[in-house]
């Protein structure tokens, strides 16, 4: 009798690794090496033309190591990990999710190519769609990251050259989620044989535990790995996942590029692969608590939270059709503006005043101002990034003592 294919938390703890390569060690040693040695000239040759792209590698072949700009047995073992959740074939560990995110723009997009994008995104790749694919040649759309069907397609008749469609979803810092089938859709319809319509997916927010594009056409799925994928605040990565033809390709830029991660932060992301799980469940179920008692609040004016009722019909249909999960990033508006936000930005102790989100610890701050200060007025009112708003990454500190610091920081208001 065959053994049942094993889940994803067990294989993140074997995967990529031969204790016997390394003296028996029980968990993978840092190969903290700049360069590897070759056992011959003709092994050497063949893992350079692949690392080129100048050859695709033969079924089961596994290249010479070379350069631990091109790969590095750390690394490796955190792609071949990694992808257990996403379902996807291949991924490629970046020194940043912008380093993963901007690399894969320029590995696709060409001048003259348009990328749609759902608008609000982070604001570091808001900038670089905004600022520096057009010194490319290449155009960047935004359209509402709630937009349905109908309206996308709407959207995508009216623009030429798409070569992409990028989604954040659930999008920073409105936690609105993107309708992912549509986006298959209209990519497909855009498509032509010889010019294939990607479709990524930044999945930072809730993936990989909440959240699985692929099964909803995904060509490319992306990560900040700083966030929870690291989830203890003290490293920065990214990541790209996706079939082995699009990730071949993305590693080549890569290592012309010198995006690449480094063994220690590589060595750092294989310890917390196996909490990640059971952190992102944890921190989802504070965050819950949290959410409950926020909506309560007579000075919490909105709660945006993927799931919730007040997000609105196709939110709450996308949220039951796309997500297992609602994650543990939770924006609110309180009554006021600005200065009634900062007056509680000031006023918690337990809430870590800091941008970045996933970690293990609960970080607040104040998009406007903060992750999303690039964007011009305009653009934020039309995102929905308004003074009033604030973001929460909710940690694994005890979720009563969070409640009662809101409830005392509430108070200042
Ligand atoms: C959704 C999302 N994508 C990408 C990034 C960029 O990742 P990094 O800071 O690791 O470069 C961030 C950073 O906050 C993010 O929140």
């Known amino acids: 009798m065959g053994h049942a294919p ?5 294989l993140i703890f074997s995967k990529g690794y031969d204790p016997r390569l390394s003296e028996g060690a029980a968990f993978p040693p840092v190969f903290r090496t700049s360069t590897f040695l070759f056992k011959s000239a003709e092994e050497g040759k063949r893992a350079f033309e692949i690392a080129y792209g100048l050859r695709q590698r033969d079924p089961g ?6 350069y631990t700009r091109v790969n590095n047995p750390n690394v490796e073992m955190v792609e071949d990990r990694v992808v257990a959740w996403d379902g996807l074939e291949a ?5 940043s999710g912008m380093g993963a995110i901007s690399s894969t723009c320029l590995t696709f997009l060409r001048p003259g190519d348009t990328v749609l ?3 609000p995104v982070y604001g570091g790749v808001e900038a670089l769609f905004r600022h520096v694919l057009p010194l490319y040649g290449i155009r960047a759309a935004p359209f509402p990251a709630d937009s349905d069907r109908a309206a996308l397609e709407d959207f995508a008749r009216r623009e030429r050259n798409v070569r992409a469609i990028y989604l954040e979803s659930p999008a920073n810092p409105t936690m609105l989620l993107a309708d992912l089938s549509a986006a298959r859709a209209v990519a497909d319809q855009l498509s032509t044989p010889e010019r294939e319509v ?3 997916v930044d999945n930072t927010f809730m993936g990989p535990i909440f959240s699985r594009p692929r099964d909803f056409g995904a060509d490319l799925v992306l990560y900040s790995a700083t966030k929870f994928i690291g ?3 003290d490293l920065v990565a990214g990541l790209a996942l996706g079939s082995k033809r699009l990730i071949d390709q993305i590693k080549t830029t890569r290592t012309l590029f010198g995006s690449n991660s480094d063994p220690e932060t590589a060595w750092l992301i294989l310890r917390s692969l196996g909490t990640l799980q059971l952190r992102m469940e944890k921190q989802q179920e504070s965050a819950r608590r949290i959410v409950e008692f926020l909506r309560g609040h007579p000075k919490v004016e909105h709660v945006a939270y993927p799931g919730l009722t007040e997000m609105g019909d196709h939110q709450v249909a996308l949220f039951r059709r796309q997500c297992s999960g609602s994650g543990s990033l939770v924006s609110f508006c309180v009554r006021g503006a600005e200065q009634e936000a900062f007056r509680l930005l000031d006023a918690v102790r337990e809430f870590k005043l800091a941008v970045s989100l996933g970690g293990i610890e609960t970080l607040i701050e104040h998009p406007a101002t903060m992750t999303h200060s690039d964007m011009t007025a305009e653009e934020k009112r039309r995102a929905g990034i308004g003074d009033n708003m604030i973001r929460i990454s909710v940690g694994l500190e005890d979720p009563d003592d969070l409640i009662a610091d809101l409830t005392h920081a509430l108070d200042r208001v």
Do not use: N, R, Y
């Open 61 to 66: 072949e596994i290249p010479a190591l070379i």
């Open 91 to 95: 991924a490629a560990l970046f020194a």
């Open 198 to 200: 990607l479709l990524l």
């Open 6 to 10: 094993l889940k994803p938390q067990t």
């Open 231 to 233: 989830g203890h605040s």
């Open 117 to 119: 994008f759902s608008d």
